[in-house]
Nanobody, 118 residues
Framework: QVQLVEAGGGLVQAGASLRRSCAASGRPVNNYAMGWYRQAPGKQREFVATVSWNGEATYYADSVKGRFTISRDNDKNTVSLQMNSLKPEDTAVYYC???????????WGQGTQVTVSS
């Protein structure tokens, strides 16, 4: 089993930056893709970004491309999401995930709130 614990949520103003991190424990995740989804109030959970097991391939939702950067450190079993130029529409609960496929994860973090005020 893999446990994912997230950190770095909070309340910021539009245009600000925020860095999210997610630490894995229980077993190594260096063979798994890792990434982030988010869910805004009244909406379905949506894909944000994902990174391959070796960090060489990354994919982003169009809505965050150019503003968000995903990275991972397999020595530390962590994945991070640098969020720049935040917009109110980025407000959501953000979930870290890990799994054998880029867009379909077996393991999820607890989710943490990111709120961007206008």
């Amino acid at each position: 089993q893999v446990q994912l614990v997230e950190a770095g949520g909070g309340l910021v103003q539009a245009g600000a930056s925020l860095r999210r991190s997610c630490a894995a424990s229980g077993r190594p995740v260096n063979n798994y893709a890792m990434g982030w989804y988010r869910q805004a109030p009244g909406k379905q959970r949506e894909f944000v970004a994902t990174v391959s097991w070796n960090g060489e391939a990354t994919y982003y939702a169009d809505s965050v491309k150019g503003r968000f950067t995903i990275s991972r450190d397999n020595d530390k079993n962590t994945v991070s999401l640098q969020m720049n130029s935040l917009k109110p529409e980025d407000t959501a609960v953000y979930y870290c995930g890990a799994g054998s496929r880029y867009f379909n994860y077996e393991y999820w973090g607890q989710g943490t709130q990111v709120t961007v005020s206008s």
